[in-house]
């Protein structure tokens, strides 16, 4: 899976904004240019992991949420996750998988 800048950015500037910060603050709390954030924002740049990090730290969101919409602190954050999964395993595959589930389920 290809990631997708425009949607990496404008999941940075959301996460900004909900934190009622400017471009120019976080830009100086992680050492980058406005020009930079702002064209990261927009998805005609990228951003390196480490800055990528800085910035979900200060912004106080994962990273996964970021990169793929993900977010640890929904109830339904792996339901993608799972459904990619089992679309790559066999019927067979499917039903041990489902017999597993269902047998924690029930333990607990």
């Not at 934190?19 to 954030?37: G, H, R, W």
């Not at 990273?63 to 954050?77: I, K, Q």
């Not at 339901?79 to 019927?91: N, W």
């Amino acid at each position: 899976m290809a990631l997708d800048y425009n949607i990496i950015g404008s999941r940075i500037r959301q996460a900004r904004i909900a934190k009622n910060m400017t471009q120019e603050q976080l830009s100086e709390k992680i050492d980058i240019s406005v020009a930079f954030l702002s064209r990261v924002e927009r998805g005609n740049s990228r951003i390196n992991l480490k800055r990528l990090n800085q910035i979900c730290g200060i912004l106080e969101v994962s990273e996964g949420y970021v990169l793929n919409g993900a977010s640890n602190n929904s109830d339904t954050y792996l339901d993608k996750e799972f459904s990619e999964l089992l679309k790559k395993c066999s019927p067979e595959q499917q039903k041990l998988i489902y017999k597993l589930a269902k047998t924690i389920v029930e333990n607990n």
